[in-house]
């Protein structure tokens, strides 16, 4: 374990000394946001607010394949997923340990993402930011899981960056689905529905397991 | 070379075409309702299809043998060719029943998502280089997918549409005189799949043979 949070640091010390993937992730979703504008034009209206949440969760995905496509590649340089795969250690704890560092990475970018909703569409965010944050947090264990999982195997294949969404997002479907009813329904009712929460609890579970445990196929000897 | 599984898939088909060709025609429905005896039994061989696969593939990783893979690529082919079949032959009866060509019925869009995971799949398996990382990558993408399916459908079951599907597990909604000519769609088409997948995997293994024919 103490590997895993050895990886988890050095990835974090590496992304606060140049920046990059939060900053361009942060960009990236910013811009989705605006395009959403464009898309729903009218500015903050009743509908726009409705549509609101699972548009927050659409920019989200974006956002996350957007920055965990660039998780392993960082490993390609100088062969470091080499020294990875020779490491002594669990490879599960590789992966558990390199989650982690984009779930920090993707919580930055998703705070101010949540803000920029909230400007735009005139979303109350602040009444309801601890349970929106904790719902965040929930839908974007699910989502780091899959996405660090199979960055690790897109970054093996031809045309990296089209493999990824292709394999991610038919997998997405429980998270997208549970998250957005909940995100929904707290903006709405100001509470959160136990099903949905149920469903993000166990997908999490069932993709942060599996994915432990075939980690160790996904690194070449 | 003629195999036994397409001697009998030819019999099998004959019979098939001349019980549904006699079958009662549906009172309500009328002729369209006979996709039923095209629709199904693609479901049914495409799931059985993206079995094969799955099981292989956890073989594979279990025994890393070359030969599960051959098995594993051939499910995933051939369910795809059956659940495109099933998606479809689904919206032509459905627009002269239900009076659209979608609906987001539970079971059609879990279909749908299963669709689009064995096309990932094979795709995975054509821009991988290498067999045995393109195995491997497979097998495992073959078992978070197998995980994935109870989700998706507890997760569209639980806030999707109202379910268009009949649930026939739980009443029986064939009409008098369909029982056999049905029984015996569902049987040809595992039949089709037990064939394909045979001659599939027996090209992969042929390919893994002569390298040099594949490049």
């Known amino acids: 374990m103490r590997e895993g949070v050895a990886l988890c640091l050095k990835d974090l010390l590496i992304e606060w000394r140049s920046r990059d993937r939060v900053v361009s992730t942060l960009l990236f979703a910013l811009l989705v946001v605006l395009v959403f504008h464009f898309a729903l034009p009218g500015g903050a209206t009743a509908r726009t607010q409705e549509n609101a949440p699972g548009l927050l969760w659409v920019a989200y995905i974006l956002a996350a394949l957007f920055g965990l496509g660039r998780a392993f590649s960082l490993e390609l340089d100088n062969d470091a997923i080499a020294g990875l795969a020779l490491a002594p250690v669990e ?13 920090v990475i993707l919580a930055l970018a998703q705070a101010v993402t949540a803000l920029a909703f909230a400007l735009v569409f005139e979303l109350d965010v602040f009444a309801v930011a601890g349970r929106l944050a904790g719902l965040v947090l929930l839908g ?31 997998l997405l479907v429980p998270v997208l689905s549970g998250a957005v009813r909940a995100t929904t329904s707290l903006f709405e009712t100001g509470s959160v ?28 000897e | 070379m003629i195999r036994a599984s397409g001697i009998l898939l030819a019999l099998f088909f004959a019979a098939t075409t001349w019980l549904v060709a006699t079958a009662p025609t549906d009172s309500m429905q009328g002729a369209i309702q006979k996709i039923l005896y095209v629709h199904v039994p693609c479901a049914f ?25 051959w098995w594993a690529l051939a499910g995933a082919e051939v369910g795809v060719v059956f659940c495109t079949l099933n998606i479809a032959s689904g919206p032509i009866w ?33 821009f991988t280089e290498g067999s045995e990382r393109t195995a491997r990558f497979a097998a495992v993408y073959g078992i978070l997918a197998l995980a994935a399916i109870p989700l998706n459908y507890y997760a569209i079951d639980l806030f999707g549409g109202a379910a ?16 056999l000519p049905f029984a015996a769609s569902v049987l040809t088409g595992l039949i089709a799949l037990w064939h394909l997948v045979t001659v599939r995997q027996d090209i992969a293994r042929r390919h893994a043979e002569v390298p040099e024919i594949t490049g």
Request: include cysteine; charged fraction near 15%.
């Open chain 2, 45 to 69: 061989a495409a799931y059985a299809g993206f079995i094969v696969t799955g099981v292989s593939g956890a073989l594979y990783l279990w025994r890393r043998d070359e030969r599960f893979d």
């Open chain 2, 164 to 179: 268009m599907h009949p649930e026939n597990l739980e009443r029986d909604s064939l009409g008098a005189g369909m029982r």
């Open chain 1, 91 to 103: 490879r599960g704890w590789i992966f558990l340990g390199k989650a982690a560092a984009n779930l």
């Open chain 1, 140 to 170: 974007s264990l699910g989502l780091c899981a899959i996405g660090t999982f199979f960055s690790a195997v897109a970054v093996r294949t031809r045309f990296r960056e089209v493999m990824l969404p292709l394999l991610m997002l038919p």
């Open chain 1, 193 to 220: 529905p136990f099903d949905a929460v149920q469903l993000l609890i166990v997908t999490d579970a069932i993709y942060l397991i599996g994915s432990f445990l075939l980690f160790d196929f996904v690194v070449d």
């Open chain 2, 94 to 126: 459905a627009r002269g029943t239900w009076g659209h060509w979608w609906a987001w019925d539970p079971r059609l869009t879990v279909t749908l998502i299963l669709w689009f995971i064995y096309l990932a799949y094979l795709m995975l398996r054509s």
